[in-house]
């Protein structure tokens, strides 16, 4: 796929993104709020679904003896770039739903924590000329990652916010969330066409 066309991908997929979240229906309770929710929770799963794949890659790469790191490298990015956003969400919608940042929220310290520790791995790793030891940091993140998430508390944070939601919201969760992991798709192409240049 050219590059060109992955730009126009990307676009169309975050357009389309973007409709879907003007479209979703409304909570009782959180009002038109509950588009930010949406957005959080696209964000959060397109990233972890980036980290998991970053970690299948490297896995992969420790036993081939891969030497080339450009897929890894342009899923991590991207990875970062998503949960970044989805932690910015999330912190916007903090603050419209309970007045402030909550700082005693397990569920945001972990977010916090997974960006510094996948932006620093990103940075060694890339840093480094060892293949065998960016394979072991690549699987280490997404492991470290799934770790923090599945073992975080929540004390304001809702457990699954759109599992007991009516139909129509669910929907409108699992169609955004497609097309943003369509768009991290296409993204991660794009990137790993450039490193390959």
Request: hydrophobic share 60%; charged share 10%; net charge positive.
């Amino acid at each position: 796929m050219t590059t060109k066309r992955l730009l126009t991908g990307i676009i169309l997929a975050l357009l389309i993104g973007i409709l879907l979240l003007w479209l979703s229906p409304d909570d009782k309770s959180l009002g038109s709020l509950l588009k930010l929710v949406y957005l959080h929770g696209a964000l959060i799963n397109t990233g972890l679904i980036l980290f998991t794949a970053a970690g299948i890659v490297s896995l992969l790469s420790f036993f081939r003896n891969s030497s080339g790191f450009s897929l890894l490298f342009a899923i991590e990015k991207t990875a970062i770039f998503f949960w970044v956003a989805a932690t910015i969400i999330g912190d916007a919608t903090s603050q419209l739903a309970w007045g402030g940042l909550f700082w005693g929220e397990p569920r945001f310290n972990v977010t916090i924590i997974i960006s510094l520790m996948a932006v620093s791995i990103y940075f060694i790793s890339t840093a480094i000329g060892n293949p065998k030891v960016i394979s072991l940091l690549g699987t280490g993140l997404a492991v470290a990652v799934w770790v923090l998430i599945l073992n975080a508390r929540r004390v304001m944070h809702p457990d699954n916010p759109f599992g007991a939601s009516e139909p129509s919201i669910k929907f409108f969760f699992a169609a955004i969330t497609l097309v943003f992991l369509i768009a991290a798709i296409l993204i991660v192409r794009l990137i790993d066409k450039k490193e390959m240049r």
